[in-house]
């Protein structure tokens, strides 16, 4: 196997009372895009800083490129681009501008400011200040400050946070373009599932400054033998005893709305039809789905992502 561009080794990060990162450990391969997934607070925000050098951390070894912070940080820096999570720009500079007084910051070549123009669809922006941006426009700007460095790492934090679906999508694309055309590796922190699933090939979800799993999609749920859900709604109160407690996902506080994870759903849902009718309970609503990262992260922690 290539040897890992970046190695995380044990490390621990705390704020006064507060334990953001608690003894991660992994490694990103050269080409990977990566998800760091987890609700807000959960501590990707604090590891990418470690990563980035903008944190140190209290324990623990992060390498990049087989080097330390410590050791040569102008080398490091030279091979990273960084979106932060947000962004504030010089509101009577145009993109153009705002691109040029960045790319001034690098004494080595650096990547045309066309091609990042391209890259990130802002060439008919160019000569607009960034104060008149939409939101989504503002993230392909940032996103477009990460690439003049011509960098073989990019660590985006957040990318599409608050941003509508379409410009979400838009992200998305240039990002997975920059990775076919470009074969960069990439770290992504998200609380957003189908942002994980679309970007990236492996997904490490972390809670609470922990490691909870990591892998594939398809790697996480085979974690789980039930990979299938049904949901259902129910006209009357049923008592959550009458399920095996290893199908339970959730229900409401009122026991009429429930969430069941089963190995084969037309195997499972005959026999629930009938226990239902057995009851004289009628059912309102009946959905059959593939189980999700959400779910699954609710299997491990008891409570959804954007909770």
Known sequence: MTHPI?????????????????????????????????????????????????QFPDSGVIRIDNSAWKENPARLRSLLGISLQETHFIEKLTVKETLELFASFYHESHIKISEVLHLVGL????????????????????????????????????????????????????????????????????????????LCERIIIMDKGQILAEGTVDQLLARFNKSEKIEFGTDREIDPAIFPKDNLLKYDYLGIKWELIVNDIVNY??????????????????????????????????RSLNE
């Open 123 to 198: 060439e008919e922006k160019s000569s607009a200040y960034t104060k008149n941006l939409s939101g989504g426009q503002k993230q392909k700007l940032a996103l477009g400050i990460a690439l003049l460095n011509k960098p073989q790492i990019i660590l985006l934090d957040e990318p599409t946070t608050g941003l509508d679906p379409a410009a979400r999508r838009e992200v998305w694309e240039i990002l997975h373009r920059l990775r076919q055309e470009r074969g960069m590796t990439m770290i992504l922190t998200t609380h957003y599932m189908d942002e994980a699933e679309f």
């Open 6 to 54: 970046i190695q995380v080794t044990s490390v621990s990060k705390a704020f006064k009372e507060v334990r953001a990162v608690r003894e991660l450990s992994f490694n990103i391969y050269p080409g990977e895009f990566v998800a760091l997934l987890g609700p807000n607070g959960a501590g990707k925000t604090t590891m990418m800083e470690m990563i980035e050098g903008i």
């Open 269 to 302: 849902l005959p026999g629930l039809l009938t226990e239902m009718k057995q009851r004289e309970i009628t059912l309102r609503s009946l959905e059959c789905k593939k189980m999700t990262l959400d779910d699954l992260f609710i299997t491990l922690t008891g």
